[in-house]
Antibody
């Protein structure tokens, strides 16, 4: 079955960097676009970024554009999110999610928590 | 950016009752709207895509309707496991956006 397992979260100081990873299994990773979606504690969902199935294109939320970079390694079935210049309002549970070829999301991981704090 | 406004913020109903949730877009998004359910402590799951198409494995009591700027998710008869938070999401324009959510709670 489809599995998405995030890692790399933790406590990071404002202005520092962090890289999240997502190991995918149970489906043909290279055939699907992938998204990151985040959820601040007790808040709603916020879409962060998407990358095309082949890595040829990526789009970002305005709140992270220029600071975060989404990437993938199809040979390792792994999705990444590089977080630079983090801010307190980046504190959230970050979900790795699968696109169903229409910019909707059909599978979600369990998330990795990023806490930005000095 | 397209803003999705969900109403009401909270819906208090009893099992067996009908739930009607609204999602309004700040501009027309055709039918490019999805609905997700998030139970406490769980990741969201896709219920409806393209406004009215049920995702795989979703019970028939969930239905979606609407086009343009006004959309509705209807749960015909609430089951205990349906008490959760529901989000809408648009894919018409970049960036993709979610609504703020509607919590369906037990009355």
């Amino acid at each position: 079955q489809v599995q998405l397992v995030e890692s790399g979260g933790g406590v990071v100081q404002p202005g520092r960097s962090l890289r999240l990873s997502c190991a995918a299994s149970g489906f043909t990773f290279r055939n699907h676009g992938m998204h990151w979606v985040r959820q601040a504690p007790g808040k709603g969902l916020e879409w962060v970024a998407v990358i095309w199935y082949d890595g040829s294109n990526a789009y970002y939320a305005d709140s992270v554009k220029g600071r975060f970079t989404i990437s993938r390694d199809n040979s390792r079935n792994t999705l990444y999110l590089q977080l630079n210049s983090v801010r307190a309002d980046d504190t959230a549970l970050y979900y790795c999610t699968r696109d169903i070829k229409a910019l909707y999301i059909d599978f979600w991981g369990q998330g990795t928590l990023v806490t930005v704090s000095s | 950016e397209i803003v999705l406004t969900q109403s009401p913020a909270t819906l208090s109903l009893s099992p067996g009752e009908r739930a009607t949730l609204s999602c309004r877009a700040s501009q027309s998004i055709s039918n490019f709207l999805a609905w997700y359910q998030q139970r406490p402590g769980q990741a969201p799951r896709l219920l409806i895509f393209d406004a009215s198409n049920r995702a795989t494995g979703i019970p028939a009591r969930f239905s979606g309707s609407g086009a343009g700027t006004d959309f509705t998710l209807t749960i015909s008869s609430l089951e205990p496991e349906d008490f959760a938070v529901y989000y809408c999401q648009q894919r018409s324009n970049w960036p993709l956006t979610f609504g703020g959510g509607t919590k369906v709670e037990i009355k």
